[in-house]
Nanobody, 121 residues
Framework: VQLQASGGGLVQAGGSLRLSCAGS????????MGWFRQAPGKEREFVAA????????SYADSVKDRFTISRDNAKNTVYLQMNSLKPEDTAVYYC???????????????WGQGTLVTVSS
């Protein structure tokens, strides 16, 4: 599966952004979809994941109650709605697809190219 992330940009603290990740392939709905992020000088970290179509979701503690992952299988697209953004949310955000849920990035074989989110204070 090929993934293309978009929707990043510059936003003030407290603002919102919605990231999109468009995927190719007829089996898109069978994948676990995740979002990860990587800030400068830091390791890539888990943000959120949704297990298959209509499956359960998981979030990093740092984004819980602020970010929401969702997917539209008809459009082969997964979204990350980000509200109440903080400067510490600044990072390159990546979408990923895998066969199994995991909060570790190396469990996901397919990756989008990343989209930069910058939150100003």
């Amino acid at each position: 599966v090929q993934l293309q992330a978009s929707g990043g940009g510059l936003v003030q603290a407290g603002g919102s952004l919605r990231l999109s990740c468009a995927g190719s392939g007829r089996t898109f709905s069978s994948y676990v979809m995740g979002w990860f992020r990587q800030a400068p000088g830091k390791e890539r970290e888990f943000v959120a994941a949704e297990r298959w179509s209509g499956g359960s979701t998981s979030y990093a503690d740092s984004v819980k109650d602020r970010f929401t992952i969702s997917r539209d299988n008809a459009k082969n697209t997964v979204y990350l709605q980000m509200n109440s953004l903080k400067p510490e949310d600044t990072a390159v955000y990546y979408c990923a697809a895998g066969q199994y849920y995991s909060p570790t990035y190396y469990a996901y074989p397919y990756w989008g190219q990343g989209t930069l989110v910058t939150v100003s204070s």
